[in-house]
């Protein structure tokens, strides 16, 4: 580090497990770029005084995660298309002092779905959960489905989520408390399956909310979960033969197209998928 040095990171409560530093400041060592990626833990009553800091202080870019993805969007200049849709922002370039956001989980879970070679159009697609990353899938994948069948433990969240999606979007949704008949409705000729629900995630790691009876081999099973990298879920998909996808892929998307926003050049991207996985199991890919 020099007094050069620029400074990114990312802000949220709490950021202690993030894989995000790892991923980005390998991808700064590998393009030779003299800046630093770090976490701050901001609570909710000094969100403002942080993003008044990230002007004072100049740094350049910021990850945004929860709880700040809503909240952070009264303190920007400005929205990209994507993150005024979503009504949620994840990554800000600090231009010149001007706070623009960003949604790059929408274009993560897009590219994560052209990586593995799969094509959205008139797929039916069953999303579970409707919190935050759901929502930004949703809006990433519900114009190209054919159907849109969202389901969440909470009913009204998702039933909120599908009315937002078509004030906003020409689609073909509707959303469903998560039981055991309602998923058993959707997945019978559902093409794709996602999860973007926490559940399965460590250390809950036996649990799963579809049945293994429910899966049909010739389905897309993709979990937005990264930690673990198999859950239960795409352990029994990968059992019957179906065609499985980790979070792996959407966490690395996500991350690249953020550096692609604060340098305008192609991310490193081999590396921060190595870097990611480093982090999470340990090994060298
Ligand atoms: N791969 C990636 O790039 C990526 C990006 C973002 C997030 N993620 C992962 O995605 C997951 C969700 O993140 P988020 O930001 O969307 O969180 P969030 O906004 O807190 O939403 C959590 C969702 O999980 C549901 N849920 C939680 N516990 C449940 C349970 N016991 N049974 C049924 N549903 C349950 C919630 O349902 P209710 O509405 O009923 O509470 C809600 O739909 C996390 O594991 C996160 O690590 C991955």
């Given amino acids: 580090m020099t007094s050069e040095t620029k400074i990114y990171g990312l802000i949220g409560y709490p950021v202690k497990h993030s894989v995000s530093p ?26 403002r005084k942080a993003l008044d800091g990230v002007k004072a202080l100049g740094i350049k870019g910021l990850n945004v995660t929860i709880p700040h993805k809503v909240n ?32 790059t989980d929408y274009t993560g879970v897009l590219k994560t779905f052209e990586t593995y070679k799969i094509d959205l159009t008139n797929k039916k697609i069953v999303l579970l959960g409707a919190g935050g990353a759901a929502k930004a899938i949703a809006f990433a994948i519900a ?7 969202i389901l969440n433990r909470t009913k009204r969240k998702a039933v909120n989520l599908v009315k ?19 998923l058993k409705n959707s997945l019978k000729d559902a093409d794709i399956l996602i999860n973007a629900t926490s559940v399965g995630m460590e250390p809950n790691v036996n ?5 293994k009876e429910l899966l049909q081999k010739d ?27 980790n ?29 990611a996985l480093k982090s999470l199991t340990g090994e060298e890919s």
Wanted: glycine share 4%; with cysteine; proline share 2%.
């Fill in 72 to 103: 952070v969007i009264k303190y920007l200049n400005k929205l990209t298309y994507e993150a005024n849709l979503i009504g949620a922002v994840n990554t800000i370039l600090n231009e010149d002092g001007k706070l623009i956001g960003f949604n």
């Fill in 164 to 182: 937002e999606l078509n004030k906003k979007l020409k689609v073909n949704a509707l959303g469903n408390s998560l039981t055991f008949k309602a």
């Fill in 219 to 245: 389905m897309v099973v993709f979990d937005i979960i990264y930690n673990p990298l198999e859950t239960k879920l795409l352990k029994e998909a990968r059992e019957i033969g179906a065609k499985c996808i």
């Fill in 22 to 47: 790892q991923i980005h400041n390998a991808a700064f060592k590998t393009i030779g770029i003299n800046a630093v990626y770090l976490t701050f833990e901001v609570k909710k009553e000094f969100l």
């Fill in 143 to 149: 114009e190209k489905a054919s159907s849109l069948i």
């Fill in 247 to 275: 979070g792996i892929e959407m966490l690395v998307q996500q991350a690249a197209e953020a550096f692609k926003i604060w340098f305008k050049i192609e991310p490193p991207i081999n590396e921060m998928r190595k870097a």
């Fill in 207 to 211: 649990q799963t909310l579809v049945a």
